[in-house]
């Protein structure tokens, strides 16, 4: 009798499984023969602080926590207070995990030095602690967006040795504080979402390998800046506009990126004539966020076509035009 193809599990035998952020990280390190943990306990790391975040973000009224800090940070722009907490929660735990040499954040002009190589700083950690913030005070759903890289010991700066590539990146991943709390992350071998069951305290498995569609007729641009848009950009929402497509924007990127990654589309945030290099920063929003894309089998490329992961940044808060999204969808962008 040829083989029936594969075996059925044995009658009572759940196939299934649960699977949390923790196991599932471990599942992957035990692909690994030579891994020592180091990396899951990053991971794992994230996720605590992620979780402390996300009980703050859905209480920001009760404990009076919304409004401005009364600072600017180093991007110029009005520091609230629930970033300035975020940015606290990120640092103190990541801050603990003895694989970290580096630490390099939106709030901070200056990345923050934890050990040396030889001490065993093995990594670094980017990360933008609550993006969108400014859409708390609306409700609206709001971000933390974090990539790992290799620490190369050989390099002696800190901002030197974070400016890597985004082709670099070891892992990359965000927290979407929405309707419910998403935790989405790829370390290169696809792209994973976890739901956040607040009642154990658990990310568990909702989604393994998401597939992004070739096409959807979705653009996610601000269009009240088209005016200061190049040519180029202009000339695709005229066709978009006269080839049935609908608008979607949010205004917080991991709301807007989530969107696209999970149903296709294109997101855009092209130069304006208050960003002419682009609002979004390259290292800790543009590469993290680019992974995420092409390990769903979507492109992310610059104004000027360029693959995001390809530049190599100058400084830890260098800005990027940025179009990302379904491959069709982007190409549409590009050849219009
Ligand atoms: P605009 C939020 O401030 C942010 O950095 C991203 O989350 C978002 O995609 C973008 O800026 C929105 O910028 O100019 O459209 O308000």
């Not at 694989?99 to 709030?107: K, P, Q, R, T």
Request: charge should be negative; include cysteine; hydrophobic fraction near 40%.
């Amino acid at each position: 009798m040829p083989d029936s193809g594969p075996k059925q599990a044995p009658r009572g035998v759940v196939t299934d499984n649960l699977v949390s952020l923790q196991s599932f990280i471990l599942e992957e390190e035990a692909r690994y023969p030579g891994a020592t943990g180091e990396f899951s306990w990053i991971i794992s790391a994230v996720s605590l602080a992620a979780k402390i975040i996300a009980h703050k973000v859905r209480h920001v009224r009760l404990q009076e926590v919304l409004g401005e800090q009364g600072d600017v940070n180093v991007q110029g722009e009005e520091q609230l207070r629930m970033d300035v907490i975020a940015n606290e929660v990120i640092m103190r735990v990541l801050g603990g995990r003895s694989s970290i040499a580096v630490l390099g954040s939106e709030e901070d002009e200056e990345p923050t030095i934890l050990r040396r190589g030889r001490d065993g700083g093995k990594y670094c950690v980017l990360f933008d602690p609550l993006d969108g913030s400014s859409n708390l005070d609306t409700a609206v759903g709001v971000g933390t967006i974090f990539t790992i890289l290799r620490n190369d010991p050989s390099i002696p700066g800190a901002v030197e040795t974070v400016c890597q590539p985004g082709s670099k990146q070891v892992a990359a991943g965000y927290v979407l504080y929405g309707s419910s709390t998403i935790f989405v992350i790829t370390t290169g071998r696809g792209v994973h979402m976890f739901e956040l069951d607040a009642s154990i305290g658990s990310f568990m498995l909702v989604k393994r390998d998401m597939r992004m569609p070739a096409r959807k007729k979705v653009y996610s641009v601000n269009e009240a800046n088209a005016d200061g848009f190049p040519e180029p950009f202009r000339r695709y929402l005229s066709w978009a506009h006269a080839n049935g497509y609908s608008s979607r924007y949010i205004g917080s990127m991991v709301a807007d990126v989530h969107r696209t990654l999970v149903n296709g589309g294109v997101f855009l945030y092209p130069p304006t004539a208050k960003h002419p290099h682009g609002k979004l920063r390259l290292l800790y929003e543009a590469n993290p966020m680019s992974f995420l894309v092409e390990q769903a089998g979507g492109t992310s490329v610059t104004a000027d076509g360029r693959r995001t992961m390809d530049i190599v940044p100058r400084e830890l808060h260098e800005r990027v035009p940025l179009v990302m999204g379904s491959r069709d969808e982007v190409a549409a962008v590009l050849n219009a």
